[in-house]
């Protein structure tokens, strides 16, 4: 077990009741839910959404731009009540979507649930990734309760890695805000500098906690940034020193250009007269107590740049 990690921020879900009542289908009254996911620009969802699940996600890496990353298994099982416990719950929370005649056949079959009574362990329930177009073809290959001993994860119980993708799955980093100067309008042979607007905070972290029982924690720092010019090499040299996502142009600074382009060609001749500059935000990825490397988040954003010539008017003698 690990030690809880406090995460400043919103709290995306959180379910306090273990997911212990009576078994019911997939996606329907059964058990705790809730949505983890957040919209964002465009009404793009991302993240996860579990079902049947006590995990909590918080933290400040939620709401921006997904780069679709996927947990690894999209079902698993959370431990829940000791047998004693289960069994109460079994036999006094009918859930309304049951009828009648079900819910007595119920009470009969629970001889699973009294020959664990006096014993030490716990029962571990089915939980799973919504999000996931494969968790229910994965819940379908586990039984609805397992008991465990004490200090044992049956086989398909949650991890501390799959926490940590979880973590990973929710966590989003906003879209570039592409800043250039000249802004309106370049020129040939003139640098364009190049970097991100306010991003807000540099570094995005997400925490998913299973509570009472361990947690995993994933954080993003803002990197470097990836410049595509939109055109071929013999028209443009990008530069790519961008750490900390590139710095503003600065006239006492302007010989120090390092993020950026020098268009060698107009773009007159190009479709809608511009040169389409792709940016990548790079933030690599960390997750302390987790025996895995996350590859970093990258997102896009496209700029349209205008690149004229200078005109000059040489007039002979008079």
């Known amino acids: 077990m690990i030690g809880r990690t406090a995460v400043a921020g919103l709290v995306l879900l959180a379910v306090t009741s273990p997911s212990v009542a009576f078994a019911a289908p997939p996606g329907g009254g059964g058990g705790p839910e809730a949505t983890g996911f957040q919209g964002g620009e465009g009404n793009e969802k991302v993240g996860v959404v579990l079902k049947d699940s006590r995990i909590v996600v918080s933290g400040n890496g939620t709401g921006g731009k997904s780069d679709g990353y996927r947990v690894k298994r999209p079902c698993w099982y959370e431990p829940g009540g000791n047998a004693e416990d289960m069994l109460k719950k079994q036999e006094g929370s009918k859930p309304e979507w049951i009828p009648e005649t079900e819910w007595r056949r119920h009470l009969d079959d629970l001889k699973q649930f009294k020959d664990k009574v006096g014993k030490e ?8 990734n919504a999000a996931d177009p494969n968790a229910l073809s994965c819940l379908a290959g586990l039984e609805p309760y397992v008991f465990v001993p004490p200090n044992t994860t049956p086989p398909a119980g949650i991890t501390v890695r799959e926490l940590a993708d979880i973590a990973r799955a929710a966590l989003t980093v906003p879209k570039p805000k592409i800043e250039v100067n000249p802004n309106v309008k370049s020129y040939v042979n003139l640098d364009t500098w190049v970097w991100l607007g306010d991003t807000g905070a540099k570094t995005r972290s997400v925490t998913a906690t299973l509570p009472g029982v361990m947690s995993a924690t994933v954080t993003a720092t803002l990197g470097s940034l990836q410049i595509k010019s939109g055109t071929t090499g013999d028209r443009a040299d990008v530069k790519q020193n961008c750490a900390g996502g590139g710095k503003p142009y600065s006239k006492g600074e302007k010989d120090r ?9 107009a773009s007159a001749d190009q479709p809608r007269g511009v040169y389409t500059m792709t940016v990548t935000a790079v933030w690599p990825v960390t997750a302390p107590g987790v025996d895995f490397d996350y590859a970093p988040v990258q997102v896009s954003a496209d700029r349209d740049v205008a690149v004229g010539e200078v005109q000059s008017v040489v007039k002979g003698d008079e």
Not at 121 to 128: E, H, I, K, P, V
Not at 258 to 263: A, D, E, H, K, R
């Open 257 to 265: 250009f390092s993020c950026g382009v020098t268009y060698r060609r």
């Open 121 to 128: 362990g716990n029962w571990w329930t089915r939980a799973y």
